[in-house]
T-cell receptor, first 114, second 116 residues
């Protein structure tokens, strides 16, 4: 079945450092790919998405490119801030997923220190 | 604020009891999804409703059930509760189902359930 694999956390970075969180997927059909973020004590918010191969999603300085050849959707940010500390979830929906529910990775916790 | 509301925010109950979690989707959204977030299982899809009808089931236990009402709000009923049901339960909504692969799902703040 469909699945998403994220790099294990926690990831600790200093402010202004470069961020990469790796995400790879397995899916039949043509998945759409998402990054959601969960701040402490809050629900999930969509960070960005890409719906077809080679699409780049971007928001708030974060970017991810849908790479079909490597089945990846890595999240990047050039300069992280303390306020980016949160848990980041990679997810997919696909034609093979009845009802198009989100299939999530386990999440990567990010801590940014001043 | 996503526009999705969930009540209650917190719920503490005992094993064997039954609880009802409520979700109101964003205005105009017809699809409602329920997810469970726990430390050991991560985020798991439970069930989806579209315009009052059940559309998909995920890893939902037989002790759990849901429904979506004519005003589109949804309720998740959890019965014969066990310690392992302690988790954060999220509701999400999206505009439509047929094009759902690309639809953004908007999440509520969640209901934290603690079973003692």
């Amino acid at each position: 079945g469909d699945s998403v694999t994220q790099m294990e956390g926690p990831v600790t970075l200093s402010e202004e450092a470069f961020l990469t969180i790796n995400c790879t997927y397995t899916a039949t059909g043509y998945p759409s790919l998402f990054w959601y973020v969960q701040y402490p004590g809050e629900g999930l918010q969509l960070l960005l998405k890409a719906t077809k191969a080679d699409d780049k999603g971007s928001n708030k300085g974060f970017e991810a490119t849908y790479r079909k050849e490597t089945t990846s959707f890595h999240l990047e940010k050039g300069s992280v801030q303390v306020s980016d500390s949160a848990v980041y979830f990679c997810a997919l929906t696909s034609n093979s997923n009845s009802g198009y529910a989100l299939n999530f990775g386990k999440g990567t916790s990010l801590l940014v220190t001043p | 604020d996503s526009g999705v509301t969930q009540t209650p925010k917190h719920l503490i109950t005992a094993t064997g009891q039954r609880v009802t979690l409520r979700c109101s989707p964003r205005s105009g959204d017809l699809s409602v999804y329920w997810y469970q977030q726990s430390l050991d299982q991560g985020l798991q899809f439970l069930i989806q409703y579209y315009n009052g009808e059940e559309r998909a089931k995920g890893n939902i236990l037989e002790r759990f059930s849901a429904q979506q009402f004519p005003d589109l709000h949804s309720e998740l009923n959890l019965s014969s509760l066990e310690l392992g049901d302690s988790a954060l339960y999220f509701c999400a909504s999206s505009a439509s189902w047929p094009s759902g692969r690309q639809e953004t799902q908007y999440f509520g703040p969640g209901t934290r359930l603690l079973v003692l």
